[in-house]
């Protein structure tokens, strides 16, 4: 495709709106620069050189550590922590993501940590980044309103994300960040100890309940999640709300597995 001139500022705006939905979110420098003049332009004359030396092997970023050993460090500060306070300040601590580097924070939680109900979302969004709590941008308020329609909301609802950080451009968080941040939703759901969790699109229930099958064959079916070695409770696996977003035509199937929760919580004595 060739570049184009931006003749209004409704171009301009379709320009930047393809560009946030590309990923680029942040501009460095001040003035535009014209890249493809840039690329047409023939390169400055070579002044004579001595011969480069050979490349040193490449430097690893250190504020991000190597997959596994990140793993292991997040496991180990995960089960340190007695608290969701402690874990949160962990979780603040660790440099092991590198999805922190990108995030403008760590979005740990809402809702009343030891609610009955614990819901566990994919990864924070844009709207989540910038405001630091989890399911607030659209597909937030449509959780909230399928919430109050079993009667629930955020004070009797404990809500986090398998990982806590952003993932640029909203893309799915890859299996090793997922990894990475596992232990700390692990200790999360352990540390709120809810009756009943449910996880909400592909990553969060094929991570946290270990199946393979896609969301869309197995929702509505009650697993077991294993909160803490010999401790089970109940978990319903759900559609995510971004989904019903894009195919509202599968929120009777939603609508199906709110009623099995609410009355699996009737249930509770
Ligand atoms: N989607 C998620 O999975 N989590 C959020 O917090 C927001 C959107």
């Not at 352990?190 to 197995?218: D, F, H, W, Y």
């Amino acid at each position: 495709m060739s570049p184009r001139e931006i003749a209004d500022e409704a171009d301009a705006l379709d320009v930047l709106r393809w560009w946030g939905s590309a990923g680029v979110e942040h501009l460095y420098e001040d003035a535009p620069r014209n890249r493809f003049e840039e690329a047409t332009r023939p390169p400055p004359p070579r002044a004579a050189r001595p011969a480069p030396a050979p490349a040193a092997p490449p430097v690893m970023a250190p504020a991000v550590a190597a997959p596994d050993a990140a793993a292991r460090t997040a496991a180990e500060w995960a089960a340190q922590a007695h608290t969701l306070v402690a874990l949160r300040e962990a979780m603040l601590r660790f440099d092991g993501c590198a999805l922190k580097k990108t995030a403008t924070q760590l979005v740990f939680a809402d809702g009343a940590p030891g609610a009955a109900v614990m819901i566990v979302g994919e990864a924070p969004g844009g709207d989540e980044d910038r405001i630091g709590r989890p399911f607030v941008g659209r597909a937030g308020q449509l959780l909230d309103r399928m919430l109050a329609a079993i009667g629930l909301d955020r004070t009797t609802v404990y809500i986090a994300n398998v990982v806590p950080w952003r993932p640029p451009g909203n893309r799915t968080p890859t299996p090793q960040e997922t990894a990475i941040c596992v232990p700390f939703i692990r200790r999360q759901i352990e540390l709120c100890a809810p009756r009943i969790l449910v996880t909400m699109g592909n990553p969060s229930t094929q991570t946290l309940l270990g199946v393979k099958e896609g969301i869309t064959r197995i929702r509505g079916g009650w697993r077991a999640y294993e909160i803490a070695p010999g401790r089970s409770v109940p978990a319903l696996p759900t559609l995510h709300p971004a989904y019903l977003l894009r195919s509202p035509a599968a929120k009777r199937w939603s609508w199906l597995d709110l009623r099995a929760l609410r009355a699996a919580l009737d249930g509770l004595v």
